[in-house]
T-cell receptor
Framework: DGGITQSPKYLFRKEGQNVTLSCEQNLNHDAMYWYRQDPGQGLRLIYYSQIVNDFQKGDIAEGYSVSREKKESFPLTVTSAQKNPTAFYLC?????????????FGEGSWLTVV | DAKTTQPPSMDCAEGRAANLPCNHSTISGNEYVYWYRQIHSQGPQYIIHGLKNNETNEMASLIITEDRKSSTLILPHATLRDTAVYYCIVRTYNTNAGKSTFGDGTTLTVKP
């Protein structure tokens, strides 16, 4: 089935380490997004990419990096510069469907700094 | 993308209609209103969208005011499983629509 796959579902990181969250989609969507969600809060945009080899900063890009070498992949690296990385991370993509220009989300990844 | 304003929380009795409001006073002429919901610790799920006409699908109805500055999502017969956070966003119809910004949404609690 088509969809967005995020991995790992749960990740623990030691302070000072970089970690990379994987996001893969087989929907043939051009645009992909990364959001961060803190407990009880809404979604905040970290980075987005509208086309391969191009991406833009969202509202909270500091301490994060991304790449978009392939259409179907948009990995997010949480660097040691991110001072409070513990959160729920959501990857999304957009494309035309019978639901219009709908945003499709993955199931999310929980990152905990220990 | 235009920003939206939603009440932080609402309650609804099971079996009754849940009416969730959203203000989007700066919406542009080519922007659609989309509604999503998020059940705890899952990815948000698409519900419905519209431009200026009222829309209905198997999940909900969407009522958009004539001036398009606000809308209401209606769950006609709320169940306990409809307890979730509901997000209203506005975005253009273009696939590569740039930033897609979500606010804090409305936490709907359906009570027995």
């Amino acid at each position: 089935d088509g969809g967005i796959t995020q991995s790992p579902k749960y990740l623990f990181r030691k302070e000072g380490q970089n970690v990379t969250l994987s996001c893969e989609q087989n929907l043939n969507h051009d645009a992909m997004y990364w959001y961060r969600q803190d407990p009880g809060q809404g979604l905040r945009l970290i980075y987005y990419s509208q086309i391969v080899n191009d991406f833009q900063k969202g509202d909270i890009a500091e301490g994060y990096s991304v790449s978009r070498e392939k259409k179907e992949s948009f990995p997010l690296t949480v660097t040691s510069a991110q001072k409070n990385p513990t959160a729920f991370y959501l990857c999304a993509s957009t494309g035309y469907s019978t639901s219009g220009n709908t945003i499709y989300f993955g199931e999310g990844s929980w990152l905990t700094v220990v | 993308d235009a920003k939206t304003t939603q009440p932080p929380s609402m309650d609804c009795a099971e079996g009754r209609a849940a009416n969730l409001p959203c203000n989007h006073s700066t919406i542009s002429g080519n922007e659609y209103v989309y509604w999503y919901r998020q059940i705890h610790s899952q990815g948000p799920q698409y519900i419905i969208h519209g431009l200026k006409n009222n829309e209905t699908n198997e999940m909900a109805s969407l009522i958009i005011t004539e001036d398009r500055k606000s809308s209401t999502l209606i769950l006609p017969h709320a169940t306990l499983r409809d307890t979730a956070v509901y997000y209203c966003i506005v975005r253009t119809y273009n696939t590569n629509a740039g930033k897609s910004t979500f606010g804090d949404g409305t936490t709907l609690t359906v009570k027995p």
